[in-house]
């Protein structure tokens, strides 16, 4: 499906059922991670460091203080998108579905999914909460293509 897919293709993606959305993509490095933290950059964001707001330090040194919580959080059409960096091989984002009230903010969130997968160069999957398995949707940036899964 090249066209971006409407909440009608996929009923229950944003099913307010307690828990959240994660987007994955794997295979990253940290080349990866710095095009993310650049792409991310022209956007509404705003980074904390253990609950404390604080200036966006780089890859590397996120990555070399596993002394407490890094939270990155961007916003696109007031739903706000998380990424807690986990891990250097996947860039993982979460979305609260309370926060998705119509088709604006559906197609904000997909269209900001489509276009951080063309910016990093790695495809995306849109999952139920920790469920990179089983996926909702996934973006493909080298084919500009969405699927509709399961």
Not at 54 to 75: C, K, Q, W, Y
Not at 98 to 108: T, V
Not at 115 to 122: G, K, N, P, V
Request: net charge negative; with cysteine; proline share 5%.
């Amino acid at each position: 499906m090249s066209l971006l897919p409407s909440i009608a293709d996929v009923p229950h993606l944003w099913s307010q059922d307690g828990s959240l959305r994660d987007v994955y993509f794997v295979g990253t490095t940290l080349a990866h991670w710095k095009r993310f933290l650049a792409f991310v950059r022209n956007s509404k964001n705003h980074y904390a460091f253990d609950g404390e707001e604080t200036s966006l330090p780089s890859i590397e040194e996120i990555f070399a203080n596993r002394d407490g919580h890094h939270m990155l959080t961007v916003t696109t059409s007031g739903v706000s998108i998380n990424c807690h960096f986990f891990i250097a091989g996947e860039i993982e984002l979460d979305i609260d579905p309370r926060e998705i009230h119509g088709k604006n903010e559906h197609e904000a969130v997909l269209g900001f999914i489509a276009s951080l997968a063309h910016a990093i160069e790695r495809p995306a999957l849109l999952t139920p909460e920790n469920g990179i398995d089983v996926p909702f949707l996934s973006f493909e940036p080298n084919q500009r293509t969405w699927t509709v899964h399961g």
